[in-house]
């Protein structure tokens, strides 16, 4: 109709005159092609004209241009202001709620969170690990990606075969049991408790080596007995509500470095049946005088004479420090002394941190130039054959050989006297899987950093 009357010249009374129902001049092919190029009219949808009162008029109010746009009366430009207005303060409103429901939902998980961890003996709740970040963590799991940690760790036959001993001599603890492995690595535990009679394994790695050991056991054909998962057991849940046996091979340096035992102690007091046992159940850290003058001369005397120099200051650096080697069995001039025993199944996180006097009796007439320390473990509850092994400098060679504190100042000792101290050892505020460790000996405080 558009293209028909602006063709001819036609009235508006003749168009309305038309007879209803006749045929209407415009319905020809030849008015199907416009008139105008781009004619406003035949691009105009009237059928989207809204049907009430305030559409229509706001419709009715719209003027199509030449220049695609469209002008609007004064009127309806302020109904379509008025209508953004509240739509961007409905949008704004909503915003506010979403934030504060967020809030509420943080606050919430906190509450819940120290509700659920507060256990009688009040060790979930103490857990500095949780209160890391999975990123600010991260570097430790890194640690742990790359194959060569873990071709150490298993070609230490000690502490494998120890493993190995302890769960294939006592079946009767695995068998048709559900077992966890707390940080399980390239997987060896789970294989040997699976092997041991387990009806199931999880195993637990936030490290990305948790990719080949999935390969590892799916090669061993072990994928329909033990399940493997990726991430920080404080972070995940597991596939089980509860598991019989807990095992895992969390001992760093000097014992506790690393922290790694925290995790485990979450996971039992999470996770662990009532009755159920962690491996390995018994731990000990002893402290022995160490009698030699090269190795501390090397370290701490050298700094003295300097090619001529003296450079004195660089003695504190250097004694900020130990150092992680194998001491000589035969420089070990002392007996050993106790100064920790952790059970397992009982420690609290708060135990993990503390202080022992102890007494080292010197077995010769020597100069005690440093402090070692070394653990031993045990696996015993409930085994017809225990197993147990150590890391002192006397007994076969392990990866975590021993930790050695240099003394500023060297201490002469008889044989048959004892060297009379107090050693502390706590948690680094500044990296929580560190540690400082402090000896008082002989009137003199020396602090270490282990890490």
């Given at each position: 109709?558009?293209?028909?009357?602006?063709?001819?010249?036609?009235?508006?009374?003749?168009?309305?005159?038309?007879?209803?129902?006749?045929?209407?001049?415009?319905?020809?092919?030849?008015?199907?092609?416009?008139?105008?190029?781009?004619?406003?009219?035949?691009?105009?949808?009237?059928?989207?004209?809204?049907?009430?009162?305030?559409g229509a008029s706001a419709a009715a109010a719209c003027t199509p241009n030449n220049d695609d746009t469209v002008s609007l009366s004064t009127q309806a430009y302020q109904e379509l202001l008025h209508r953004l207005q509240e739509t961007e303060q409905k949008a704004s409103l909503m915003e506010q709620q979403l934030s504060r429901a967020l809030e509420d939902l943080g606050?919430?998980?906190?509450?819940?969170?120290?509700?659920?961890?507060?256990?009688?003996?009040?060790?979930?709740?103490?857990?500095?690990?949780?209160?890391?970040?999975?990123?600010?963590?991260?570097?430790?799991?890194?640690?742990?990606?790359?194959?060569?940690?873990?071709?150490?760790?298993?070609?230490?036959?000690?502490?494998?075969?120890?493993?190995?001993?302890?769960?294939?001599?006592?079946?009767?603890?695995?068998?048709?049991?559900?077992?966890?492995?707390?940080?399980?690595?390239?997987?060896?535990?789970?294989?040997?408790?699976?092997?041991?009679?387990?009806?199931?394994?999880?195993?637990?790695?936030?490290?990305?080596?948790?990719?080949?050991?999935?390969?590892?056991?799916?090669?061993?054909?072990?994928?329909?007995?033990?399940?493997?998962?990726?991430?920080?057991?404080?972070?995940?849940?597991?596939?089980?509500?509860?598991?019989?046996?807990?095992?895992?091979?969390?001992?760093?340096?000097?014992?506790?470095?690393?922290?790694?035992?925290?995790?485990?102690?979450?996971?039992?007091?999470?996770?662990?049946?009532?009755?159920?046992?962690?491996?390995?159940?018994?731990?000990?850290?002893?402290?022995?005088?160490?009698?030699?003058?090269?190795?501390?001369?090397?370290?701490?005397?050298?700094?003295?004479?300097?090619?001529?120099?003296?450079?004195?200051?660089?003695?504190?650096?250097?004694?900020?420090?130990?150092?992680?080697?194998?001491?000589?069995?035969?420089?070990?001039?002392?007996?050993?002394?106790?100064?920790?025993?952790?059970?397992?199944?009982?420690?609290?996180?708060?135990?993990?941190?503390?202080?022992?006097?102890?007494?080292?009796?010197?077995?010769?007439?020597?100069?005690?130039?440093?402090?070692?320390?070394?653990?031993?473990?045990?696996?015993?509850?409930?085994?017809?054959?225990?197993?147990?092994?150590?890391?002192?400098?006397?007994?076969?060679?392990?990866?975590?050989?021993q930790t050695v504190f240099p003394l500023r100042k060297p201490i002469a000792l008889k044989k048959g006297t004892c060297l009379h101290g107090k050693v502390s050892c706590s948690r680094n505020a500044k990296d929580t899987r560190s540690l400082v460790v402090t000896f008082n000996i002989d009137g003199e405080r020396i602090k270490y950093f282990v890490n």
């Open positions: 109709m558009v293209n028909y009357i602006r063709s001819k010249t036609v009235s508006s009374t003749s168009i309305v005159n038309l007879a209803e129902g006749s045929n209407a001049p415009w319905e020809g092919d030849e008015f199907m092609m416009p008139v105008i190029p781009d004619d406003p009219l035949l691009l105009y949808d009237i059928e989207s004209l809204e049907e009430n009162t305030t606050t919430t998980k906190s509450v819940a969170q120290k509700i659920l961890m507060s256990s009688s003996d009040g060790s979930l709740d103490k857990l500095p690990l949780q209160k890391m970040s999975e990123d600010e963590d991260q570097a430790y799991f890194d640690s742990y990606g790359h194959y060569g940690i873990h071709e150490e760790m298993l070609k230490d036959k000690v502490r494998t075969e120890s493993y190995r001993d302890f769960m294939y001599d006592n079946k009767h603890i695995f068998t048709d049991k559900v077992v966890l492995d707390v940080g399980c690595g390239t997987g060896i535990l789970s294989m040997f408790a699976a092997k041991a009679g387990a009806k199931q394994v999880i195993g637990v790695d936030q490290s990305d080596i948790i990719h080949q050991a999935i390969d590892i056991v799916r090669e061993n054909g072990l994928s329909n007995v033990i399940t493997l998962v990726k991430g920080r057991l404080e972070d995940i849940d597991l596939p089980v509500d509860k598991v019989d046996v807990i095992i895992s091979e969390w001992m760093g340096y000097f014992l506790l470095f690393e922290s790694m035992l925290d995790t485990v102690l979450y996971a039992r007091d999470k996770y662990l049946v009532p009755g159920g046992i962690v491996y390995p159940d018994l731990c000990t850290l002893s402290l022995a005088a160490l009698a030699d003058q090269e190795s501390h001369s090397s370290r701490i005397a050298f700094w003295e004479d300097v090619y001529g120099f003296k450079m004195s200051c660089m003695k504190t650096c250097v004694l900020e420090e130990c150092s992680v080697e194998y001491a000589k069995a035969e420089c070990v001039m002392s007996s050993a002394a106790m100064i920790k025993c952790i059970d397992v199944s009982s420690v609290n996180i708060k135990d993990l941190e503390f202080s022992s006097e102890f007494k080292l009796e010197a077995l010769r007439d020597d100069i005690c130039t440093s402090i070692i320390a070394y653990f031993d473990i045990i696996f015993e509850k409930n085994c017809t054959k225990t197993v147990m092994f150590s890391t002192g400098p006397g007994s076969e060679k392990t990866h975590w050989k």
